[in-house]
């Protein structure tokens, strides 16, 4: 009993127990294989997600090691994806500058918050919450995200510069002025060499890997060609008309903003606690005095006799109440002055972007930066065209930094991060909390897929919950190092179980090789090519991208092909914002299914050729004019009790000489007090009207107990309730039929619609 306690707490004694060296090659040989992916991919997602491209490595580290120690599967890869990167991203730009300190210690606290939730889950054994994501739901997301995110690499993979607007259509219309002004080819053509290298291993040499082999094969082609080819000059060597202002008028504009920011914060600080003071005090304004005044207990007194005033105490609410609407005025006057600011930015940074500059010597030997389009290629310095790089903040007019090259990696700090706790920021938290759901659900809904689609190929038994623990702890540990919000991998998964993996250990080597990567390897990262990454999360995220699944949605069920497809709409229209997209869809899932409930099948049976009582519609069957039979499915419930109740009147008032009304109730397995009360006032109903009403079928646990604790039971009578339809028409057929009707009715011989042979029934004398 012990023993099997310890392995709750503690998985990984279950598989440790019996291992040996042999499994310790194989898992080792997986780990590494699935390191040489993990290093540069996981520094693309890092990007992806805004933060500095190494903080992907220190995503890698420590999760995959808990993950796989604490979870129930042996081979799920746990560490950066794309979408949970996407989504890390979205949440935290309403809140700080991508790549920003605030940003990064915003992206490790959601980590925490992530964790959290789902080792929350897991302890309560809640993993089945998941389930509120349907299939069609993250069908459309999913083929939306992909989108997004393939798309938001295209400036990268092209060498161009492009603000993130609020909407991402309007993203990719300034893309596409950025792509008409200015492409780097040499750029472009790193990437496209890359997906080359990997598409080409991946079809011809699938054990090799590929993605390793084009971060190589890239990263020494860049060091040899001098692929970054940067330059800081000063503003006065700018010889173009307008740039000085124009920059002068970018950094006031940013200084504003950054200052009605500051504005804008201390203002929704003093709205959520004059809106807390106001309710505090309205509720204790008879009992707390303590902070009414302090001079002095006369003052005290005097204090306490005005608040116990009626009306000095509804003109108090009434000024706090005012305060409050004060201050809500007042912030959404701040976001409009500072959305303004920031598209006059945005506009700004776009000119100076679009500049091509080239170099001549002025008279001292010195060198000038002039408009391309405005000097001779004879008269240049150089050939190299030079862009302006221009980043989110204010620009030095003292160190202006020219790009004429590729943009890579570059310093890529060396060491192990740093290890403490997030910083909690309560006021950071409320508004991280919903994305901190959507992540953590989202990241667990892959990482479980995953999970069970590898399992059914080793037969080995998987626990959502103790997943939950597993993925859970991965990241509320993986915090403490500086790591952002991770899940299980589709892609690595796959290449840990063709690798030969066999336990989890081998994600502890994966966690050991990333170790051993930041140590002592990253000076080889250092040029390493931005496109090439761009290039592996668009290859990545290909195989997210899938017509058909909408298309299958859609011939299985016409309303969960309309559900993703309003999700995928939504989720683009709204990106990106894209937790609009996943709430919508669960609100229609949600709806559809309520609906459904609400309106569950109801259909009258007669004898079909099969030997089964079924539906008389759908197989055309001619019905017995004496013998009703009804069968309910769905569970009988406040929602659906008036439906039953309308479409039984409805079958029974049409039949004119019916004297019996069977429900089959095999499909009922739950009844609430609404749905009891219901059916004995239709069952006392019918007895009224001159009915004998039996029912078959009922389940006794969920069903038949309620009945008979409510007392139903004995309005409808304990000889009127037996446990088969064909039971009940054994006992209730010769009540109205003589012997002789047998094969003319339809309850005993098949009949159809189109049957000319006459039914034969005939009420007994």
């Given at each position: 009993?012990?023993?099997?306690?310890?392995?709750?707490?503690?998985?990984?004694?279950?598989?440790?127990?019996?291992?040996?060296?042999?499994?310790?090659?194989?898992?080792?040989?997986?780990?590494?294989?699935?390191?040489?992916?993990?290093?540069?991919?996981?520094?693309?997602?890092?990007?992806?997600?805004?933060?500095?491209?190494?903080?992907?490595?220190?995503?890698?580290?420590?999760?995959?090691?808990?993950?796989?120690?604490?979870?129930?599967?042996?081979?799920?890869?746990?560490?950066?994806?794309?979408?949970?990167?996407?989504?890390?991203?979205?949440?935290?730009?309403?809140?700080?500058?991508?790549?920003?300190?605030?940003?990064?210690?915003?992206?490790?606290?959601?980590?925490?918050?992530?964790?959290?939730?789902?080792?929350?889950?897991?302890?309560?054994?809640?993993?089945?919450?998941?389930?509120?994501?349907?299939?069609?739901?993250?069908?459309?997301?999913?083929?939306?995200?992909?989108?997004?995110?393939?798309?938001?690499?295209?400036?990268?993979?092209l060498g161009i510069q492009v603000d993130s607007a609020d909407h991402w259509l309007e993203t990719m219309v300034r893309l596409g002025r950025a792509a008409f002004a200015y492409i780097h080819w040499p750029s472009l053509g790193m990437g496209l060499l890359a997906m080359v290298v990997m598409i080409v291993l991946k079809k011809w040499r699938p054990r090799v890997p590929n993605v390793l082999v084009a971060v190589v094969v890239t990263t020494l082609l860049s060091w040899m060609m001098g692929f970054e080819n940067?330059?800081?000059?000063?503003?006065?060597?700018?010889?173009?008309?307008?740039?000085?202002?124009?920059?002068?008028?970018?950094?006031?504009?940013?200084?504003?903003?950054?200052?009605?920011?500051?504005?804008?914060?201390?203002?929704?600080?003093?709205?959520?606690?004059?809106?807390?003071?106001?309710?505090?005090?309205?509720?204790?304004?008879?009992?707390?005095?303590?902070?009414?005044?302090?001079?002095?207990?006369?003052?005290?007194?005097?204090?306490?006799?005005?608040?116990?005033?009626?009306?000095?105490?509804?003109?108090?609410?009434?000024?706090?109440?005012?305060?409050?609407?004060?201050?809500?005025?007042?912030?959404?006057?701040?976001?409009?002055?500072?959305?303004?600011?920031?598209?006059?930015?945005?506009?700004?940074?776009?000119?100076?972007?679009?500049?091509?500059?080239?170099?001549?010597?002025?008279?001292?030997?010195?060198?000038?930066?002039?408009?391309?389009?405005?000097?001779?290629?004879?008269?240049?310095?150089?050939?190299?065209?030079?862009?302006?790089?221009?980043?989110?903040?204010?620009?030095?007019?003292?160190?202006?930094?020219?790009?004429?090259?590729?943009?890579?990696?570059?310093?890529?700090?060396?060491?192990?991060?740093?290890?403490?706790?997030?910083?909690?920021?309560?006021?950071?938290?409320?508004?991280?909390?919903?994305?901190?759901?959507?992540?953590?659900?989202?990241?667990?809904?892959?990482?479980?897929?995953?999970?069970?689609?590898?399992?059914?190929?080793?037969?080995?038994?998987?626990?959502?919950?103790?997943?939950?623990?597993?993925?859970?702890?991965?990241?509320?540990?993986?915090?403490?190092?500086?790591?952002?919000?991770?899940?299980?991998?589709?892609?690595?998964?796959?290449?840990?179980?063709?690798?030969?993996?066999?336990?989890?250990?081998?994600?502890?080597?994966?966690?050991?090789?990333?170790?051993?990567?930041?140590?002592?390897?990253?000076?080889?990262?250092?040029?390493?090519?931005?496109?090439?990454?761009?290039?592996?999360?668009?290859?990545?995220?290909?195989?997210?991208?899938?017509?058909?699944?909408?298309?299958?949605?859609?011939?299985?069920?016409?309303?969960?092909?309309?559900?993703?497809?309003?999700?995928?709409?939504?989720?683009?229209?709204?990106?990106?914002?894209?937790?609009?997209?996943?709430?919508?869809?669960?609100?229609?899932?949600?709806?559809?299914?309520?609906?459904?409930?609400?309106?569950?099948?109801?259909?009258?049976?007669?004898?079909?050729?099969?030997?089964?009582?079924?539906?008389?519609?759908?197989?055309?069957?001619?019905?017995?004019?004496?013998?009703?039979?009804?069968?309910?499915?769905?569970?009988?419930?406040?929602?659906?009790?008036?439906?039953?109740?309308?479409?039984?009147?409805?079958?029974?008032?049409?039949?004119?000489?019916?004297?019996?009304?069977?429900?089959?109730?095999?499909?009922?397995?739950?009844?609430?007090?609404?749905?009891?009360?219901?059916?004995?006032?239709?069952?006392?109903?019918?007895?009224?009207?001159?009915?004998?009403?039996?029912?078959?079928?009922?389940?006794?646990?969920?069903?038949?107990?309620?009945?008979?604790?409510?007392?139903?039971?004995?309005?409808?009578?304990?000889?009127?309730?037996?446990?088969?339809?064909?039971?009940?028409?054994?006992?209730?057929?010769?009540?109205?039929?003589?012997?002789?009707?047998?094969?003319?009715?339809?309850?005993?011989?098949?009949?159809?619609?189109?049957?000319?042979?006459?039914?034969?029934?005939?009420?007994?004398?």
């Amino acid at each position: 009993m012990a023993s099997s306690r310890l392995i709750r707490v503690f998985p990984f004694l279950d598989w440790l127990a019996d291992y040996d060296l042999h499994k310790l090659k194989s898992d080792l040989v997986a780990g590494i294989t699935v390191a040489l992916v993990l290093v540069p991919q996981s520094m693309a997602y890092a990007q992806l997600a805004g933060l500095p491209a190494y903080y992907g490595l220190y995503a890698s580290f420590l999760p995959p090691m808990v993950a796989a120690l604490f979870g129930s599967s042996h081979r799920l890869a746990t560490g950066p994806v794309a979408v949970v990167s996407i989504m890390t991203a979205t949440a935290l730009e309403p809140l700080a500058t991508a790549g920003s300190a605030e940003f990064i210690g915003y992206a490790v606290l959601l980590a925490f918050l992530v964790g959290l939730f789902q080792f929350a889950l897991g302890i309560l054994k809640l993993g089945l919450v998941v389930n509120l994501l349907s299939h069609p739901v993250i069908v459309g997301f999913t083929n939306a995200a992909a989108l997004i995110i393939g798309s938001s690499q295209i400036a990268r993979l092209l060498g161009i510069q492009v603000d993130s607007a609020d909407h991402w259509l309007e993203t990719m219309v300034r893309l596409g002025r950025a792509a008409f002004a200015y492409i780097h080819w040499p750029s472009l053509g790193m990437g496209l060499l890359a997906m080359v290298v990997m598409i080409v291993l991946k079809k011809w040499r699938p054990r090799v890997p590929n993605v390793l082999v084009a971060v190589v094969v890239t990263t020494l082609l860049s060091w040899m060609m001098g692929f970054e080819n940067n330059r800081i000059v000063q503003l006065d060597q700018l010889q173009v008309q307008g740039v000085p202002d124009l920059i002068s008028n970018l950094n006031s504009t940013i200084d504003h903003i950054n200052q009605t920011g500051a504005v804008r914060n201390q203002v929704t600080r003093r709205h959520h606690a004059d809106k807390g003071h106001g309710v505090n005090r309205d509720k204790t304004t008879k009992q707390d005095t303590s902070g009414l005044c302090g001079r002095c207990h006369q003052h005290k007194e005097m204090d306490i006799v005005r608040l116990q005033d009626p009306a000095f105490r509804r003109s108090t609410i009434r000024m706090q109440k005012e305060n409050v609407l004060e201050l809500h005025f007042m912030a959404g006057v701040l976001d409009q002055y500072i959305a303004g600011s920031k598209k006059k930015a945005e506009e700004m940074r776009r000119r100076l972007r679009s500049l091509q500059l080239v170099a001549v010597k002025d008279g001292h030997g010195g060198l000038q930066y002039r408009p391309a389009a405005e000097v001779p290629v004879d008269a240049r310095a150089e050939a190299t065209v030079w862009r302006m790089r221009i980043g989110r903040g204010p620009i030095d007019g003292g160190k202006i930094q020219l790009a004429g090259g590729g943009e890579i990696i570059g310093a890529v700090p060396r060491g192990l991060p740093r290890f403490s706790l997030p910083r909690f920021d309560w006021q950071v938290i409320s508004r991280l909390l919903s994305a901190a759901v959507i992540i953590s659900l989202l990241g667990f809904m892959e990482a479980i897929s995953i999970a069970k689609a590898i399992a059914t190929r080793t037969g080995r038994k998987i626990d959502p919950n103790q997943e939950l623990i597993g993925q859970g702890l991965a990241n509320m540990v993986g915090s403490c190092s500086s790591s952002y919000p991770v899940s299980g991998s589709f892609s690595r998964s796959a290449v840990n179980y063709q690798a030969g993996a066999r336990t989890a250990m081998a994600s502890v080597c994966t966690s050991l090789m990333v170790l051993l990567a930041i140590l002592f390897l990253t000076p080889l990262l250092y040029y390493l090519p931005q496109p090439v990454l761009a290039a592996i999360i668009i290859l990545a995220v290909v195989n997210l991208f899938s017509v058909r699944e909408i298309a299958h949605a859609w011939r299985i069920r016409k309303s969960d092909g309309v559900i993703s497809v309003l999700t995928f709409l939504t989720t683009l229209g709204f990106a990106p914002h894209l937790d609009k997209g996943i709430f919508l869809g669960v609100g229609l899932s949600v709806a559809v299914f309520f609906y459904c409930k609400m309106k569950p099948m109801l259909a009258e049976l007669s004898l079909c050729e099969d030997g089964h009582y079924r539906n008389v519609d759908h197989f055309h069957l001619r019905q017995c004019p004496y013998i009703v039979i009804i069968r309910f499915d769905g569970p009988l419930f406040f929602a659906n009790i008036s439906y039953l109740e309308k479409e039984a009147t409805k079958v029974i008032t049409q039949r004119e000489r019916a004297k019996i009304i069977i429900f089959k109730c095999n499909g009922i397995n739950y009844i609430d007090a609404t749905g009891e009360t219901a059916l004995n006032l239709l069952v006392q109903r019918l007895q009224a009207g001159g009915y004998q009403v039996y029912f078959s079928g009922l389940k006794v646990v969920q069903v038949l107990n309620v009945l008979r604790a409510s007392g139903t039971l004995e309005v409808i009578g304990e000889d009127h309730v037996l446990p088969t339809l064909v039971q009940t028409l054994d006992v209730v057929w010769p009540l109205v039929h003589r012997p002789e009707d047998t094969a003319h009715c339809p309850l005993k011989t098949v009949m159809y619609q189109k049957d000319e042979r006459e039914p034969g029934c005939r009420q007994m004398a």
